[in-house]
């Protein structure tokens, strides 16, 4: 199997993140959407390490996997701080700032 | 050499230093000090001082060399950008510095009563005129694009707050506003030009930590293209600033809105830097594009002249038709400017001199009138047959009415028949054909000036008007010297004319040094 | 295998960045050990020395890094004069927006909420309020973004910036959520810039994932030397590095608040805690634009003299970026009616007229970008200052309307951000209304105050790199810019202030969910700063006046400062322009 | 000469210093304050009987000489002195004015007794006599001009001197401005003309501009054009057509005024201006022969006018327009004309100036009253006006040997002198020239029986005419024995002619295309004719005291023949029309032209901040769709620009 085929699903599963924090209200499924490119991007790191033959790549990937979980900490806080005020978690309802 | 263009640049901010010292506190009307500061007293003592100087500064200067920059000045500002902090005058730059510097204690003096008693207040006045005059000052011994760029734009915020804060008009702030916008746009535009000319005159070889030096640009060749489109980045500024049709139509808001005295500031002399700018910096460093603009500027600047003079006569307004005659005066400014003859320039660089003492009269003899009515209106129809009630004042009024319609005895005749007569024998195409058609303007002048004593100062006393205090001490004080020096400068032009001759001289020269032929064929048909 | 080598570090080059990080680390421990009285006190003093340390670090090397970059840690943290100057910049301007931070004014009460996580309006958030209790935690959260802001803007190294990215950008998502008032509003900010930078963020990495893909390495410099050598892995692949460096861009175009990676800017700018805003708004977009400038020119570099054709394109994506980023910021700036958002626009702007400086690709354009970040930096941290002193104040009718210090009647409330409020400031408060006067003006690029020199520096960088339509562009976008400072002014200084309970009249913008709306009757106690969405209610006997309240010093120094400089850049400027014009080098 | 030049600026210098003290000294100098100013005339009239004795006495040669006062205006290519030019011609005009002015200033003493603002009035007077020193001794166009608005002003002022506090305040204000304006658009041509001149010569001063030189060196299209420009301002000066609509409103002004300068001296600066310019016309025959239609014109418009007024001093006004068109048909044509039009313009300005002193003699006498219609009879009880005003009556009649017909005389001979070419212009001209005298004697003799005349007195009981002081009368006697013998002292022998020979050139003696003898003749036949006619009217028969409907004419000559229906329609309105087109146009067009330009950055802003939704998705979006579509336009700039 060709090895680009790798880096395809990686910019599938990328748009596919993108799609998911384009169209879902749900601020938990956004931030999803954004945990799936952060890992697209992982299997893309893997996948050109494994194509230039260095392991740059997958030490990368787990920069990345760190810094997502930072980032799951401080998101969900925020999301749940909303939730616990508003009593919703759809991103279309916190529109209060606008123009 | 005692360094007296750095003295009358400083000597004001120093006054405006002292002065602000607390006005930035509290204000607060009917409080223990009011009426009973300093501050205009103070104002007073510096500018006059200023004018001891400026004597100074006369006395230094070499008239026999008029035309060379002299009381020059070169410190280096910021060298990284080139940018000196480089001053000195020619005669035209001393005249309009000593513009600057005598009128000022007169505008303080008319403003005495003006803006009320609260000290606080006056501190702010008076703070904002002296750094105003400090600016002005510098603006016209700038010898370096940038420095002068700097003050043109910086000149801006003083007067901004002089027409917002102490206007007396309802429509001051939106008036404000508009000045400041206009002003601005076309500073910016310039800027773009400044930046333009600093980047092609180091690529024409020019010393990069020198390169907004007037000196050092001048006589650099730009290119063609590239020197057209930084002279219209210059004259759009200059052209605001003047003010020119059509991009006048801040004037007249100003006018009608600011107090007389800060007009008297405004229009008489923080504008002259427009006409001051065109003659200083788009002739020597744009010759070229000059000659090419010339025809087209001087159509605007005839425009300019009908225009304004039309309009003064549909005013009902007595402020902002001051404001409007000003218009007219300086398309003849402008007209002067453009035709690049020795005798035009001449005239255009001494009327400079002389729309602000005419104007400045008018404008502040107009502000004492406005002042006497109790409703402080500056509506002329709610004004009738003040000549008996107030003799000197309409007398007074007269006198600078005709120094405005350019009445022979006066200064300001000689300086208009010196641009008519200088710009009919103009090298650009049309020269004389615009010249005629701005001779008209010499009528309409009379029209709104008559019209308007008419108006105001015959038949039977309006009502409320008949017991009217007539000019007091102060204001004959603030009066009498423009009136003076529009007579001696009217009989004996030459006091004044020394000093600009020789830059004029100089200046149609260098415009017409690589005349091509065909031009001077054109000045040939045109006889 | 290989023995292990203990990797040479210049300790000393990483100081700035260990000294604000470790106080960073060492105000969380304060959290722990510190008792609640004189945590406050003793954590505003570690930032404040840890930001002044940094400074002084950074003015400790300045000589030897302008005489000799140094590449540490591997190139991990790339120490050129630039980097150096951004992370001075960066410190100093933390510095003076911690000061204003720390300020709780004379209403004993800083902008932070007593506990950010309580849910707005409920009794535990009274509780919290009247025990009085503080989220002295903002202090090391404001240390560690810092540090991350100053790391941001000094590595060569893609990963590292993306870790840096992140190091600054959680803190300050959580800062947003920490309003005292309007804690609605403050909450959205958060969830709205946390959303969108994590979408960015998710970006800029795959970004960095396809430059790695082309040129095997994410350091800038090898990226540049390689492609220069053309000793690439996949070959013809090109259009890698174009998305790549596309996205690694936007996710810095984002950070800057540029169009069209700004609609966050002005929501978040409004919600946040108002000092919190400055901060960001000086900082981030000190850092984000020094690493943009930084990518894009080791990166041009590289292909300027292989591909120019890449180049071409790179400068494209930056004018246009450019000139969409001074159009919107402009125009929409000029409808604004409210400070904190007109100030959110402006920042737009300025990232506009930046671009237009970076865009040239000139040799100047390091040290103007860094003049201009300062300038504006600081006439922004300056201006949010004074947002943080204008307050609503609830009077009791019959009360006379004060412009004093909190009188004995009335409640001061949060800030008065509507323009029309500001009316008549400058008669309640000169001194205050004259600094936010200069503030403006210099952001305006008005000449003799420092927003003249950088705006100058700006098109002059444009001009020199050819585009001198885009600088005319720029000029035009300047006098619209200057149109809405311009209007604020005049209300400021020209309009009377309005005695009339004109607030109360005033049609409550924002829709008020009635889960969260502040109580209006019952009065809270003391300081009653009441957990609102909205504008605060107030029954019909009482009114609400603009007050000014007097800083309990930090921020008025801040602001004393601020104006200071910004005279002093605008008319003597030389001197900085020379430690700027030694900082234009950033390739080691 | 040169002994006593450094005198003649003092001719200027007395009544300047007088002016300048009667209008700073204010109400301080009310009790002497007219006496300083007769003093201040009397002063200069000495200096100029001293100058013109010096200048009788003086070889012919040197009669012409320069005074240099010192460096008036240097500048780029121009340079003009202030300097003063002595020669026949000025002297004559300086004897004129001083002598006349004197008089008159004499005799407002009296006239203006018991009016408060007396001082003022002499103020401006003293400032007319200096301006209009000024005019007559410029030796440059420049200086010539001061004089030429000086006068203007002093006009102003003086017409409009009782601008407040009278009922026709206003209208007198409004006359006041409408004679300075019109006098402005003659000074247009004067400006013109002198930029023309400039352009061609490089100086202003007669000495050079005048010269064989530059003359000679003149384009026959630059001499009109200059020729042409300055007629204008001699029309607006001189009352001519078509500027001429101001003269008869200007009587608003006190009646020494109008007799000094309305009568006497000012409105005669056309002419001198005229003849100074001579040489200038002679190159361009085409300007000469609009010269004489102008004259022509105005002569006949004049006596018309002059025929139907009621108003003694309007009546009066319109034979000054009338008689200035006697002149000014003389300087057009030539050498020839010269001498004449100036000698008639001293003879008028001798009996016209006794006419309207003798005007307010009866005037004082009758309250005030100015209409013709409320008088008659008057001969009994004003016999010192009756029998100076006599003698202006015949000498404007032409009558010999009173003065008019030695002048008038002379311009019909001139006007009847073929032209080479133009056969018709003698013709033409020179029958004007006699049926305006005849004219001219119809009206007169209207206006001296009307007023003196009649067999019963027309006004009502209570008044009681009576002279007035002797500072009113001796200025009478004076002016009425100039009017009878000017004529006669300087005509018999061609003095005057000749006196003026250096000035205006010698004149080739060439034959009228009628015989003199039938000229003079067949003047005085038509002259005598009309003035029957108007005895027979207006003495035999009686003056009803409300005017009759009359003829068409008479009602059109009322109206001054429609000259401010026509200024009204021809220039006023499409003038204000214009004006409200600029002024709308200003507001409608470039002030809210501009205001468009923020509009529409409000607007632009109103639309794009609907972008701002404050939904996360469509920032998101926002920044998505933002990435493809930069991506797209470097791909097309890009892909465009290689595909070049």
């Known amino acids: 199997m060709d090895i680009t085929n790798y880096v395809v699903l990686a910019a599938v599963l990328f748009a596919v993140g993108a799609t998911t924090v384009l169209l879902r209200r749900n601020a938990i499924v956004v931030f999803m959407g954004v945990e799936l490119m952060l890992n697209a991007t992982n299997l893309a790191f893997v996948t050109f390490a494994r194509m230039h033959g260095d392991l740059t790549g997958q030490v990368l990937a787990f920069f990345v996997m760190v810094v997502a979980a930072a980032e799951v900490v401080v998101g969900l806080a925020i999301i749940v701080t909303i939730f616990r005020t508003r009593r919703s978690a759809s991103v279309d309802d916190v529109n209060l700032l606008k123009g | 050499m005692f360094p007296w263009l750095t003295a009358l640049i400083a000597w004001p901010l120093v006054g405006a230093a002292v002065v602000a010292l607390g006005a930035l506190g509290r204000s607060r009307t009917g409080s223990a000090n009011a009426g009973t500061g300093l501050a205009r007293p103070i104002a007073l003592v510096f500018s006059l001082v200023e004018v001891v100087l400026l004597v100074g500064a006369f006395l230094a200067f070499d008239t026999g060399a008029a035309a060379e920059h002299q009381l020059a000045e070169t410190h280096a500002w910021i060298p990284q950008i080139g940018t000196s902090y480089a001053v000195a005058v020619d005669g035209v730059g001393l005249l309009l510095v000593a513009l600057a510097v005598v009128l000022v204690p007169l505008v303080l003096l008319a403003a005495w009563n003006e803006q009320g008693r609260d000290e606080v207040r006056l501190r702010r006045f008076v703070g904002l005129v002296l750094l105003l005059q400090a600016f002005m000052v510098a603006v016209f011994a700038a010898r370096d694009v940038f420095l002068f760029y700097v003050l043109f734009e910086a000149m801006l915020i003083p007067a901004y707050f002089l027409i917002g804060g102490f206007g007396q008009g309802a429509g001051r702030r939106q008036a404000a506003v508009k000045f400041l916008m206009f002003s601005l746009g076309g500073g910016l535009i310039m800027l773009a030009a400044v930046i333009a000319l600093y980047f092609l005159a180091v690529g024409a070889g020019v010393d990069p930590s020198k390169a907004f030096l007037l000196d050092e640009l001048v006589g650099v060749n730009l290119g063609t293209i590239a020197e057209r489109l930084m002279f219209v980045g210059f004259f759009v500024a200059f052209a605001i600033k003047a003010p020119m049709v059509p991009v006048h139509s801040w004037l007249p808001d100003v006018a009608g809105n600011a107090t007389p005295g800060t007009s008297t500031l405004l229009i008489c002399v923080l504008d002259k830097v427009g006409t001051f700018g065109m003659l200083t910096l788009c002739l020597p460093l744009f010759p070229e594009a000059s000659r090419w603009a010339a025809p087209f500027v001087i159509a605007l600047a005839v425009i300019s002249v009908l225009y304004g003079a039309i309009m003064a006569i549909m005013q009902t307004d007595l402020l902002r038709l001051v404001g409007w005659t000003s218009v007219s005066h300086f398309g003849f400014i402008i007209l002067g400017i453009f035709t690049f003859t020795p005798l035009g320039t001449a005239g255009s660089s001494f009327m400079m001199l002389n729309h602000g003492l005419a104007t400045g009269a008018l404008f502040l003899v107009a502000g004492f ?126 006091l004044a004319l020394t000093y600009v001759d020789a830059p004029a001289q100089q200046s149609a020269t260098t415009i017409a040094v690589d005349e091509p032929a065909d031009a001077a064929a054109q000045m040939g048909s045109d006889k | 295998m290989n023995e292990f080598v203990a990797p040479e570090i210049d300790w000393l080059a990483l100081a700035p960045l260990i000294v604000v990080l470790g106080a960073g680390v060492v105000g969380v421990l304060l959290e722990a050990f510190v008792p609640a009285r004189a945590r406050r006190v003793t954590q505003i003093v570690l930032t404040l020395a840890a930001l002044a340390g940094g400074l002084a670090f950074v003015v400790y090397l300045w000589p030897q890094i302008v005489a000799q970059p140094v590449q540490v840690v591997g190139g991990s943290v790339t120490l050129t004069p630039f980097a150096l100057g951004a992370q001075g910049i960066i410190a100093l301007l933390a510095f003076l927006g911690v000061l204003v931070v720390a300020d709780r004014t004379a209403t004993g009460q800083d902008a932070f909420a007593p506990t950010a996580s309580a849910v707005p309006g409920t009794s535990y ?96 410099l090898e990226i540049a030397q390689r492609v220069q050598q053309g000793a690439l892995p996949l070959e013809g692949m090109s259009a890698l590095l174009v998305a790549g460096v596309l996205l690694v861009t936007v996710g810095l175009l984002f950070k800057v608040g540029a169009v069209p990676f700004h609609a966050w800017t002005p929501d978040v700018y409004t919600g946040a805690p108002t000092p919190i805003t400055g901060f960001m708004a000086a900082c981030t977009k000190a850092a984000a634009v020094a690493a ?297 | 000469m040169n002994e006593v030049i450094g005198l003649a600026p003092w001719l200027v210098g007395f009544p300047l210093i007088g002016a300048a003290i009667l209008l700073l000294g204010g109400r301080a100098t009310d ?110 166009y420049l200086l010539l001009f001061v004089g030429w608005e000086g006068v203007g002003l002093a006009s102003y002022l003086l017409i409009g001197f009782w601008d407040t506090g009278r009922p026709s305040a206003r209208e007198n204000a409004v006359a006041a401005k409408k004679a ?132 003694i001093k309007k009546a009066l006004a319109a034979s000054t327009m009338s008689q200035i068109g006697y002149m000014m048909l003389a300087a057009g044509l030539g ?310």
């Open chain 4, 31 to 140: 009790r002497w304050g007219h006496w300083l100013g007769v003093l201040a005339s009397g002063a200069s009239m000495v200096v100029a009987f001293i100058l013109m004795f010096r200048m009788i006495g003086t070889p012919v040669e040197e009669r012409s000489v320069d005074h240099h006062l010192w460096t008036w205006l240097s500048a780029g290519d121009l340079g003009v002195d202030l300097g003063l030019r002595l020669d026949p011609l000025s002297v004559t005009f300086v004897m004129l004015v001083t002598f006349v002015g004197t008089l008159i200033h004499i005799y407002s003493v009296a006239y203006m007794d018991h009016d408060p603002d007396r001082r003022r009035f002499f103020a401006y007077l003293n400032l007319f006599v200096a301006a209009m020193l000024v005019l007559v001794l410029a030796d440059s």
């Open chain 3, 125 to 220: 958030e009274d509780l919290a309020r009247k025990s009085g209790l503080e989220q002295t935690e903002i202090y090391p959260l404001l240390l560690f973004a810092a540090g991350g802001m100053m790391l941001f803007a000094s590595t060569d190294d893609l990963i590292v910036m993306f870790i840096a990215l992140e190091v600054l950008s959680l803190p300050l998502y959580v800062l947003c959520a920490t309003a005292r008032r309007r804690r609605l509003l403050s909450q959205e900010a958060a969830a709205k810039y946390f959303l969108l930078g994590a979408f960015a963020s998710a970006l800029f990495i795959f970004g960095v994932a396809l430059i790695y893909g082309f040129a095997g390495t994410v350091r800038l």
């Open chain 4, 335 to 644: 050498p020839a004309g010269y001498a004449f039009a100036i000698f008639h313009l001293l003879t008028h300005g001798f009996f016209k100036a006794g006419l309207f002193l003798g005007a307010g003699s009866v005037m004082h006498a009758m309250g005030d009253q100015t209409d013709m219609r409320r008088f008659g009879g008057l001969s009994r009880f004003l016999p010192i006006t009756w029998i100076t005003m006599g003698l202006g009556w015949l000498a404007i009649l032409g009558i010999p040997p009173f003065s008019g017909f030695w002048s008038k005389d002379g311009i019909i001979e001139a006007a009847f002198i073929p032209v080479e070419g133009q056969p018709w212009r003698a013709w033409v001209f020179g029958t004007v020239a006699v049926l305006g005298a005849a004219i001219t004697a119809f009206y007169m003799t209207r206006l001296f029986f009307m007023t003196f005349g009649g067999r019963r007195p027309r006004w009502t009981e209570n008044q009681h005419p009576h002279e007035g002081s002797p500072l009113m009368w001796w200025p009478l006697v004076f002016l009425g024995v100039g009017s009878a013998a000017l004529g006669l002292v300087l005509g018999i022998g061609g003095t005057f002619t000749t006196w003026l020979e250096p000035v205006t050139g010698h004149a080739e003696h060439h034959e009228p295309v009628l015989p003199v003898p039938v000229i003079i003749t067949a003047t005085l036949v038509v002259v005598v004719l009309g003035a029957l006619l108007a005895f027979r009217m207006y003495a035999v028969n009686l003056v009803p005291e409300e005017a009759p409907r009359g003829s068409v004419l008479t009602r059109a000559a009322r109206r001054d023949l429609y000259q401010d229906a026509a200024n009204e329609t021809l220039v006023m309105k499409p003038g204000y029309g214009l004006a409200r087109v600029v002024q709308v146009g200003d507001r409608d067009v470039v002030d809210r032209g501009w205001s468009v330009l923020p509009q529409a950055v409000s607007w632009f802003g109103g639309v794009f901040r609907k972008a701002q939704t404050g939904y996360v998705r469509s920032y998101a979006a926002g920044m998505a769709g933002g990435v493809l579509v930069i991506a797209v336009v470097v791909w097309l700039v890009v892909g465009l620009g290689g595909a070049q």
């Open chain 2, 369 to 494: 009138l406005v002042a006497r009515h109790p409703e402080r209106s500056q509506r002329i129809t709610d004004y009738r047959g003040l000549r008996s009630v107030t003799p000197v004042l309409a007398g007074t009024f007269l006198v600078a009415g005709l120094a405005t319609l350019s009445l022979p005895g006066l200064a300001t005749f000689v300086s208009e028949i010196m641009v008519l007569i200088g710009a009919f024998g103009g090298a650009p195409a049309g020269s004389a054909a615009w010249t005629v058609a701005a001779i008209p303007g010499v009528v309409l002048a009379a029209i709104y000036v008559l019209l308007t004593y008419q108006k105001i100062f015959t038949g039977a006393p309006a009502e409320g008007l008949e017991v009217l205090p007539d000019l007091k001490a102060r204001e004959r004080i603030v009066a009498a010297p423009l009136v003076v020096g529009l007579l001696v400068l009217g009989l004996v032009p030459g």
């Open chain 3, 292 to 588: 943009l400038v930084e990518v894009l020119y080791r990166i041009s570099i590289g292909v300027q003299a292989v591909d120019p054709e890449i180049m071409r394109q790179l400068q494209v994506v930056v004018v246009v970026v450019a000139v969409l980023t001074m159009a919107v910021g402009t125009v929409i700036g000029s409808v604004q009616t409210d400070v904190k958002r007109l100030l959110a626009y402006s920042s737009i702007a300025h990232a506009g007229f930046l671009l237009v400086g970076i865009a040239g690709f000139g040799p100047q354009v390091q040290s103007s970008t860094l003049f201009y970040l300062l300038a504006y930096g600081i006439a922004t941290i300056g201006a949010f200052a004074v947002v943080t002193l204008v307050r609503e104040r609830r009077v009791t009718p019959g009360a006379q309307e004060d412009n004093g210090p909190v009188a004995d009647d009335g409640v001061v409330l949060g800030e008065a951000t509507e323009i029309a409020q500001w009316a008549g400031l400058g008669r309640k408060a000169p001194w205050l209304t004259a600094a936010f006067a200069l503030f403006l003006l210099s952001m305006a690029g008005i000449p003799l105050t420092a927003g003249f020199i950088a705006k100058f520096g700006a098109f002059a960088g444009a001009t020199s790199g050819g585009l001198w339509w885009l600088a005319v562009l720029g000029v035009l976008a300047s006098v619209v810019a200057v149109a809405f400072y311009l209007r604020l002014l005049v209300v400021m200084v020209f309009q009377p202030g309005t005695v009339e309970p004109d607030s109360q009249a005033e049609p409550v913008e924002t829709g008020v969910p009635t889960s969260s709306t502040g109580d209006g009757g019952e009065g809270p106690t003391e300081g009653g700063g009441v957990a609102t969405a909205t504008k605060v209610q107030v029954t019909a006997a009482q009114r609400v006046v603009v007050t000014v309240v007097r800083s309990r010093g930090p921020a008025a120094v801040a602001i004393a400062v601020c104006a200071i400089a910004t005279v002093i850049l605008g008319v003597f400027p030389s001197l900085v322009l020379n430690l700027v014009a030694e900082a234009s080098k950033f390739v080691p």
């Open chain 4, 180 to 311: 300075f304006v019109m006098n402005r658009i003659g000074d247009m041509g004067l400006i013109a003309a002198m930029a023309l001149l400039f352009a061609h010569a490089g100086a202003l001063d007669f000495g050079t501009v005048l010269s064989d030189d530059s003359v000679g060196a003149m384009s026959q299209a630059t001499a009109t054009a200059v020729g042409l420009c300055l007629l204008l301002a001699a029309c607006g000066k001189s009352a001519q057509f078509p500027l001429q609509a101001w003269l008869g409103d200007a009587m608003a002004g006190p009646t020494p005024v109008s007799a000094l300068i309305h009568a006497a001296t000012m409105v005669t600066a056309g002419v001198y201006l005229m003849v100074r310019s001579g040489a200038i016309l002679e190159a361009a025959p085409t300007a000469q022969l609009v010269v004489v239609l102008v004259g022509a014109v105005t002569l006949l418009f004049g006596a018309i006018v002059g025929c139907a007024k009621d108003d």
